[in-house]
């Protein structure tokens, strides 16, 4: 018998975070705080087992329910992932952390490994991403840049409250020199405040920032 192992993988490494997100669980369910979110995080034997898989050769490291970088050896998770020649993509909205502590994280990645922050608004104006902490996400995006090698990502969800802001978000990751600013509609349900209620078109969105880009590359040209 023959199987089809999976090329890429996705890992939720610790349920814990800083972040009361609007429309996450955790926030939700607060209730649960203690016994459900504060403490859960996978062990590195449990991690290198997943790790073993055959014919892998990248992980996703997500946070559905907690943030990847707030599991407590986080630097010898990306270490481990590293000694088996694998790649990674890390999603993560990057509050807390100091510059010391994303260069051992950076001197670790290799050409391929792509590190997103998530972070929905202009700096200081994240509504929904709620305890999230500018200073220090900015650290970690400065720290990144300097590893050219270092794919780093702004992503942007779009809400109601910073669907007007989006091109001045674009303005600033490139100007902090990051590679690639990520526009996405929001997927999570059951907002009823209204900096979360539908936005405009996304479409008309997106070709707005399309269209901005292309004039820049014009006027560069």
Not at 46 to 54: E, F, K, Q, V, Y
Not at 111 to 123: A, E, K, L, N
Not at 195 to 208: G, H, L, S
Request: aromatic share 10%; hydrophobic share 35%; charged share 25%.
């Amino acid at each position: 018998m023959s199987y089809n192992f999976p090329e890429k993988i996705e890992l939720e490494i610790t349920t814990k975070c800083t972040l009361f997100c609007h429309a996450c669980a955790r926030t939700l369910d607060p209730d649960e705080i203690v016994s459900k979110w504060k403490h859960g995080q996978l062990s590195l034997e449990s991690i290198n087992r997943a790790l073993s898989t055959p014919g892998l050769s990248k992980v996703v490291l997500s946070g559905a329910f907690g943030d990847p970088i707030y599991h407590t050896e986080f630097p010898q998770v990306i270490k481990l992932i590293k000694s088996k020649n694998l790649r990674f993509h890390l999603d993560t909205n990057g509050s807390y952390r100091s510059k010391e502590w994303w260069q051992e994280v950076a001197e670790s990645c290799t050409r391929g490994d792509t590190i997103t922050f998530s972070v929905d608004g202009m700096p200081g104006k994240d509504l929904y991403r709620e305890n999230s902490d500018w200073p220090s996400i900015l650290t970690g995006i400065q720290t990144l840049i300097k590893y050219r090698h270092i794919h780093v990502v702004w992503k942007w969800i779009v809400w109601k409250y910073n669907q007007n802001d989006i091109l001045e978000g674009y303005k600033l990751s490139r100007e902090l020199g990051i590679k690639e600013f990520l526009v996405v509609q929001s997927g999570r349900a059951g907002l009823n405040k209204p900096e979360f209620q539908p936005t405009r078109d996304y479409d008309e969105i997106i070709t707005e920032l399309q269209n901005y880009r292309k004039s820049i590359n014009e006027t560069r040209s």
